[in-house]
């Protein structure tokens, strides 16, 4: 079975600009979650989605929104980027999303902003 | 809030030698703790979890932890450092009860492990 997709693998944006990053869960998978790691920082949580619903959100700015589509794969939109957004953003899913159920991780995003 | 410190961004050891990283919670509720492991380049792959078992866990590639409430500590350890141990390993926490944390993960800054033949 396949894990967890995320695309692209890489991709540069300018100040200012528009992304879209997407993730698709391992099959049977309702919950999606997203990371931000920035270099030589420990992964920080920006939103999960259970079943299509927000169900948390981190301490990012409204210019981060995500949104979780019926075949439970999942969309991190960020607005208005910065310098600051460059990291890599990684995608989870679970099957529940509760506490003790396992959270596996795509390989992620590397979003460079210039 | 729940927290999660790992003492030592980097720590050195010797193939064969002991491998013990250190990692402290700060938890309002019982909590369920995590180690992941991420190699260069790729996501993270867990290596083991603590869901209120036993407090001593055992996870792949012969690595284990052991759960100290007392301590509000979840070390982890493995016998033998390997070569391919070499990565950088992170400690998580997540918040058992419900509502808006509930399957949130937060980490630790992190350890990178270097071993040396």
């Known amino acids: 079975d396949a894990g967890v997709t995320q695309s692209p693998t890489h991709l540069i944006k300018t100040r200012g600009q528009h992304v879209t990053l997407r993730c698709s869960p391992i099959?049977?998978?309702?919950?999606v979650s997203w990371y931000q790691q920035v270099l030589g920082q420990g992964p920080q949580f920006i939103f999960q989605?259970?079943?299509?619903?927000?169900?948390g959100r981190g301490n990012f700015p409204d210019r981060f929104s995500a949104r979780q589509f019926p075949n439970y794969s999942s969309e991190l939109n960020v607005n208005a980027l910065l310098l600051g957004d460059s990291a890599l953003y990684l995608c989870?899913?679970?099957?529940?999303?509760?506490?003790?159920?396992?959270?596996?991780f795509g390989q992620g995003t590397r979003l460079t902003v210039v | 809030a729940q927290s999660v410190t790992q003492l030592g961004s980097h720590v050195s050891v010797s193939e064969g030698a002991l491998v013990l990283l250190r990692c402290n919670y700060s938890?309002?509720?019982?909590?369920?703790l995590f180690w992941y492991v991420q190699y260069p380049n790729q996501g993270l792959q867990l290596l083991l979890k603590?869901?209120?078992?036993?407090?001593l866990v055992k996870g792949i590639n012969g690595f284990e932890a052991e759960f100290k409430k007392s301590e509000t500590s979840f070390h982890l350890t493995k016998p033998s450092a390997h070569m391919s141990d070499a990565a950088e390993y992170f400690c998580?926490?997540?918040?058992?009860?419900?509502?808006?944390?509930?399957?949130?993960?937060?980490f630790g800054q992190g350890t990178i492990l270097t071993v040396h033949p």
């Open positions: 989870a899913s679970s099957w529940q999303g509760n506490g003790n159920t396992e959270a596996f």
């Open positions: 099959s049977g998978h309702k919950s």
């Open positions: 989605y259970y079943e299509k619903e927000e169900r």
């Open positions: 938890s309002s509720v019982p909590p369920y």
């Open positions: 603590y869901t209120s078992a036993a407090t």
């Open positions: 998580a926490v997540s918040d058992r009860a419900g509502g808006t944390s509930y399957g949130k993960l937060t």
